[in-house]
């Protein structure tokens, strides 16, 4: 089965300067790669995804790039601001109709004001 | 408005009983999966279902069954809780035609 790994565990930035969150996969079969945000007490939230056919997608101050050959994934945030203190989850999941998804362990981003 | 919805949200129990979450969505979203979220691991997939009368299990489903009579419910049996089932549970429904997964707010199960 798929294996996604997730680093750093743990991540403390200045507001105003950019995170980056990396994930591994293991199998070459996974296509699509969604982010996810959890706020404390609250539900996972898609704020981004990716397919394997596109190396880069952006969203306002949201990015992720895709690696196929090295099998790997990054989120990245710019200019983050106080409400970007979440976890963060990276997945991935092959297209079957439908999308058992496979999750990292999930990044605590702490954004000091 | 469309919605997934968890009950109960939060539950104590006993080793041994018998405990089962609901889930229901209101999208008519043939997918549906349960998760257990605990520390250090992520969420991780118990079980899941493509449609009515589908059910398959997912990476930790040892001791968890569900059942898909409707669209709508996937239920999570716990057949005889034990400590280690302690953990916040989301549920999540997608459509085959999207990919993106759709959260319930979590149940937390503690199991005395």
């Known amino acids: 089965g798929e294996n996604v790994e997730q680093h750093p565990s743990t991540l403390s930035v200045q507001e105003g300067d950019s995170a980056v969150i990396k994930c591994t996969y293991s199998d070459s079969a996974s296509n699509y790669f969604p982010w996810y945000k959890q706020e404390l007490g609250k539900r996972p939230q898609l704020i981004i995804d990716i397919r394997s056919n596109v190396g880069e997608k952006k969203d306002q101050r949201i990015a992720v790039t895709l690696n196929k050959t090295a099998k790997h994934f990054s989120l990245h945030i710019t200019e983050t601001q106080p409400e970007d203190s979440a976890v963060y989850f990276c997945a991935a999941s092959h297209q079957t109709g439908a999308n058992n998804l496979f999750f990292g362990t999930g990044t605590r981003l702490t954004v000091i004001p | 408005d469309a919605e997934i919805t968890q009950s109960p949200r939060h539950k104590i129990t006993e080793t041994g009983r018998q405990v089962t979450l609901a889930c229901h969505q209101t999208?008519?979203?043939?997918?549906m999966f349960w998760y257990r979220q605990d520390l250090g691991h992520g969420l991780r997939l118990i079980h899941y279902s493509y449609g009515v009368h589908d059910t398959n299990k997912g990476e930790v489903s040892d001791g968890y069954s569900v059942s898909r009579s409707n669209t709508e419910d996937l239920p999570l049996t716990l057949e005889s809780a034990a400590s280690s089932q302690t953990s916040v549970y989301f549920c999540?429904?997608?459509?085959?035609?999207?990919?993106?997964?759709?959260f319930g707010p979590g149940t937390r199960l503690l199991v005395l």
């Open positions: 999208w008519n979203h043939n997918n």
């Open positions: 999540a429904s997608s459509d085959p035609g999207d990919e993106t997964q759709y």
